[in-house]
């Protein structure tokens, strides 16, 4: 195994221009007499390039914000823009992908088709865009062998990379995942988020990631948002110094272990200040 002094680090700066803007954002849902509020003053930047991740306890609003800037619910107060545009300006300009958490493939169509369907369905999206073709991008997450498969031929780790790989059809400028390897097991969970990763760094997508897991958090992120519950909101915002690119090399890492403790005793104040 490599030892983590061998790998390259990321540029140091990240270019100043801002793909994801949530400013002060609230929502809330119910009726007058049964209202619960969800998120509260939320107030995130996302640069281009940069990959952050949403962590918290359960109920804390991660999803919710997910959807927030995926343009599926509409704050109640507050603004989110994507490259200067509303949300819905975004979408139009297929400038989201969205990875949910489960892969959501039709099984009556192969994976080719699957992950081809964005581009079928949506004509009028294609005029004047730089359009992958499906197929290179099956290639590059391991599935240019199962083109002609149908989901049911393949794994839960297989129909993921799919999911995810039909997101990058249009080429979007924000990508955001919704715990896309919750259902896997460990080692086929390590295997995926890996996998992304060298996707990843080869692309450099601003990527909103949400997710329970400290160690994923960590070895994809540039920063790590750990949100808080009753109402939802950001407690800490975390960097994340270390090298890229990465590998599996940086889970041995002292500076990996240090991080994870931090974020570990964070997260644990968090949820006992709910309890309160």
């Known amino acids: 195994m490599p030892a983590v002094s061998h790998l ?27 209202r619960v509020t969800v998120l509260n003053g939320v107030s995130l930047t996302i640069k281009k390039g940069e990959f952050v991740s949403l962590i918290g306890p359960s109920g804390c609003g991660k999803s919710t914000l997910l959807k927030l800037v995926a343009g599926l619910s509409e704050a109640n107060g507050g603004s989110v823009s994507i490259n200067g545009k509303s949300v819905r300006e975004a979408a139009k300009d297929k400038a989201i992908g969205l990875v949910p958490q489960s892969p959501a493939l039709l099984p009556w169509r192969t994976i080719l088709d699957n992950v081809s369907l964005p ?29 002609d498969r149908y989901p049911a031929q393949l794994s839960g780790g297989m129909q993921q990379r799919a999911a995810i790989a039909r997101a990058f059809v249009f080429d979007p400028e924000i990508l955001l995942m919704d715990e896309p390897f919750s259902a896997l097991d460990e080692m086929n969970r390590d295997q995926q988020r890996m996998g992304l990763l060298d996707f990843w760094q080869s692309n ?4 909103l990631f949400v997710t329970h897991s400290v160690p994923e958090a ?4 540039d920063r790590i948002v750990l949100m808080a519950s009753h109402p939802g909101r950001i407690a800490e915002i975390i960097d994340v110094d270390l090298p890229r690119p990465r590998n599996e090399a940086l889970y041995a890492s002292d500076a990996f272990r240090d991080l994870e403790g931090y974020v570990r005793s964070a997260l644990r104040k968090v949820m006992e200040a709910a309890r309160v």
């Open 8 to 34: 390259q680090s990321a540029p140091a700066a990240y270019p100043d221009e801002i793909g994801v803007e949530v400013s002060n954002v609230t929502k809330s849902f119910g009726g007058d007499t049964s």
């Open 204 to 207: 450099r997508k601003s990527v």
């Open 119 to 147: 581009i079928s369905i949506n004509p009028g999206a294609n005029a004047g865009r730089k359009l992958r073709d499906p197929k290179e991008i099956l290639q590059s997450f391991g599935l240019g062998h199962a083109l």
């Open 218 to 221: 960590i070895i994809l992120s």
